[in-house]
């Protein structure tokens, strides 16, 4: 049974409304037309004085296929020796929106665009991150590059950081590259239509199975929280699509690890203070031992992320489908990141997730405030110039990105809450497969299989716990709460 009555919810309204409620200032201050303008008069292209001019390479980016605001692009190489020599070019943001501009500072006080599904709440005009400071395919751009060599054994070497001017030749999306890439479907039309594109791509995927190969043996987790987003139509949310990680989305992940750590190593040696991301030892590492006991496994009673990877990739075997909330419980039990200034000669508390010792955020400056500040410090270093953000200045904007941060995801997680109520509620009355997620004196939690949607058993359930498998009837959703309700 359906629901036969028309229902209207204004989720972008309600988007809205969430952004002001969590701390953020979804619209740009009076004034940003005029400074727009502006930037986007003085905004011509780049000279090569100073620069290398890589607009020759066969640079191409892989994201979503509804990103519009492209940070990075990738190149590589085979080297004589079998190393394969890999440059990510990042945007230059920096190069338009200036320290302490009107612009600047609003996207300190924001610090991150926010993706709610229906709409994207930017932390740049769109005019720049979309634009003018956006790596768009056939645009020569100014940009940071890093380099790295990866050996077979996946080890990286040789790392540096320098200013360039680049041409993105081909924008690419994670879902067709991905697919071709595994062999599930043929290549996306700008590949089968350029031979050299291809190569490259392919080569690029052998430097990052390398990479990613060394992490895991270092102790990176393979993690596995299911996303989805809305399939919009006409503006309206019709129904709910599965975010697939494939090969094309491991190889932009290895890729960022490794230029954040070339940037943040550079910056380390040549003694300049600047905002790591980290994610500490897990304080609650008691918790995910009794996690694992309750599962079978056995976990030792110090932090030792290789021997919980080995637990993950053993119950992902065993058991996909409860695989993403197992993933989801370690996430919480691991705690959120956090940014931190680090001072020259100071050890990095690190990122236990990623098993890496040197990580800062540098790679996605159109979208993330901390980008913005380490492309500044590094540039200013490779300039020669005094650095820009004293460290007293550094500590506040580590916090107040953290926080925002924290926010952004609660107003994520709340459209997710309102986009699958609305999805289903011409749906009531239907059945789903579902697995108990919780099980607590507030009540119990269900997660249906397809689509991917928390809910609440309201009815009946009585003797079920967490990971038993049920057939949940869907009775009543309630957008402005975000609820979905079910019974047995």
Same mark, same amino acid.
Request: charged share 25%; hydrophobic share 40%.
């Given at each position: 049974?359906?629901?036969?009555?028309?229902?209207?919810?204004?989720?972008?309204?309600?988007?809205?409304?969430?952004?002001?409620?969590?701390?953020?200032?979804?619209?740009?201050?009076?004034?940003?037309?005029?400074?727009?303008?502006?930037?986007?008069?003085?905004?011509?292209?780049?000279?090569?004085?100073?620069?290398?001019?890589?607009?020759?390479?066969?640079?191409?980016?892989?994201?979503?296929?509804?990103?519009?605001?492209?940070?990075?692009?990738?190149?590589?190489?085979?080297?004589?020796?079998?190393?394969?020599?890999?440059?990510?070019?990042?945007?230059?943001?920096?190069?338009?929106?200036?320290?302490?501009?009107?612009?600047?500072?609003?996207?300190?006080?924001?610090?991150?665009?926010?993706?709610?599904?229906?709409?994207?709440?930017?932390?740049?005009?769109?005019?720049?991150?979309?634009?003018?400071?956006?790596?768009?395919?056939?645009?020569?751009?100014?940009?940071?590059?890093?380099?790295?060599?990866?050996?077979?054994?996946?080890?990286?070497?040789?790392?540096?950081?320098?200013?360039?001017?680049?041409?993105?030749?081909?924008?690419?999306?994670?879902?067709?590259?991905?697919?071709?890439?595994?062999?599930?479907?043929?290549?996306?039309?700008? =590949? $089968? #239509? %350029?031979?050299?594109? !291809?190569?490259? +791509?392919?080569?690029?995927?052998? &430097?990052?199975? *390398?990479? @990613?190969?060394?992490?895991?043996?270092?102790?990176?987790?393979?993690?596995?929280?299911?996303?989805?987003?809305?399939?919009?139509?006409?503006?309206?949310?019709?129904?709910?699509?599965?975010?697939?990680?494939?090969?094309?989305?491991?190889?932009?992940?290895?890729?960022? =690890? $490794? #230029? %954040?750590?070339?940037? !943040?190593?550079? +910056?380390?040696?040549?003694?300049? &203070?600047?905002? *790591?991301? @980290?994610?500490?030892?897990?304080?609650?590492?008691?918790?995910?031992?009794?996690?694992?006991?309750?599962?079978?496994?056995?976990?030792?009673?110090?932090?030792?992320?290789?021997?919980?990877?080995?637990?993950?990739?053993?119950?992902?075997?065993?058991?996909?489908?409860?695989?993403?909330?197992?993933?989801?419980?370690?996430?919480? +039990?691991?705690?959120?990141?956090?940014?931190?200034?680090?001072?020259?000669?100071?050890?990095?508390?690190?990122?236990?997730?990623?098993?890496?010792?040197?990580?800062?955020?540098?790679?996605?400056?159109?979208?993330?405030?901390?980008?913005?500040?380490?492309?500044?410090?590094?540039?200013?270093?490779?300039?020669?110039?005094?650095?820009?953000?004293?460290?007293?200045?550094?500590?506040?904007?580590? +916090?107040?990105?953290?926080?925002?941060?924290?926010?952004?995801?609660?107003?994520?997680?709340?459209?997710?809450?309102?986009?699958?109520?609305?999805?289903?509620?011409?749906?009531?009355?239907?059945?789903?497969?579902?697995?108990?997620?919780?099980?607590?004196?507030?009540?119990?939690?269900?997660?249906?299989?397809?689509?991917?949607?928390?809910?609440?058993?309201?009815?009946?359930?009585?003797?079920?716990?967490?990971?038993?498998?049920?057939?949940?009837?869907?009775?009543?959703?309630?957008?402005?709460?975000?609820?979905?309700?079910?019974?047995?």
């Amino acid at each position: 049974m359906t629901s036969s009555h028309p229902f209207h919810f204004n989720l972008i309204s309600a988007a809205h409304a969430a952004m002001i409620e969590h701390g953020f200032q979804p619209d740009f201050p009076a004034g940003t037309d005029v400074e727009l303008a502006t930037i986007q008069a003085q905004a011509e292209r780049p000279a090569p004085n100073g620069v290398k001019d890589l607009r020759g390479l066969m640079w191409s980016s892989i994201d979503n296929d509804t990103s519009k605001d492209l940070d990075q692009i990738e190149w590589a190489e085979r080297l004589p020796d079998g190393r394969i020599r890999v440059l990510v070019g990042v945007a230059d943001v920096d190069a338009c929106v200036h320290k302490g501009s009107l612009i600047d500072r609003h996207a300190q006080s924001e610090t991150t665009s926010v993706y709610t599904g229906v709409r994207v709440f930017p932390m740049l005009p769109a005019e720049l991150s979309e634009g003018i400071t956006s790596l768009n395919e056939h645009e020569d751009r100014a940009a940071i590059v890093t380099e790295i060599c990866v050996d077979e054994t996946g080890t990286a070497s040789d790392g540096k950081a320098y200013r360039a001017l680049v041409r993105n030749r081909a924008q690419l999306a994670y879902p067709s590259v991905g697919a071709w890439l595994e062999g599930r479907a043929q290549a996306p039309a700008k =590949v $089968a #239509a %350029n031979a050299d594109l !291809a190569a490259q +791509l392919r080569l690029q995927d052998e &430097a990052a199975r *390398r990479m @990613v190969d060394s992490r895991f043996q270092h102790g990176a987790l393979d993690l596995e929280t299911v996303e989805t987003r809305p399939v919009l139509l006409h503006n309206e949310a019709v129904d709910l699509a599965r975010l697939e990680k494939n090969r094309a989305t491991s190889l932009i992940e290895e890729f960022m =690890v $490794a #230029a %954040n750590g070339v940037v !943040a190593r550079t +910056l380390g040696d040549a003694g300049v &203070a600047s905002i *790591r991301r @980290v994610v500490r030892t897990p304080k609650r590492w008691s918790r995910i031992v009794d996690l694992a006991a309750g599962l079978g496994a056995s976990l030792p009673a110090d932090p030792d992320s290789k021997a919980l990877n080995d637990f993950l990739l053993t119950q992902k075997q065993k058991d996909p489908d409860r695989f993403p909330d197992l993933s989801l419980a370690v996430v919480k +039990l691991m705690g959120p990141g956090e940014y931190v200034r680090v001072n020259p000669n100071e050890s990095s508390p690190g990122h236990f997730g990623l098993a890496v010792q040197d990580y800062t955020h540098s790679t996605a400056p159109n979208r993330r405030f901390p980008d913005v500040v380490t492309q500044r410090i590094l540039k200013a270093w490779l300039n020669g110039e005094p650095q820009p953000y004293p460290e007293g200045l550094l500590d506040a904007i580590a +916090l107040r990105c953290t926080e925002m941060e924290d926010q952004a995801r609660k107003v994520e997680r709340e459209m997710q809450k309102r986009i699958a109520a609305v999805v289903l509620q011409k749906h009531i009355g239907q059945s789903y497969r579902a697995v108990v997620t919780g099980a607590n004196h507030y009540g119990i939690f269900i997660r249906t299989l397809d689509p991917h949607v928390e809910g609440m058993l309201v009815r009946g359930g009585k003797g079920l716990d967490v990971g038993d498998r049920i057939t949940a009837r869907l009775i009543s959703t309630d957008p402005q709460r975000g609820f979905v309700d079910f019974s047995v």
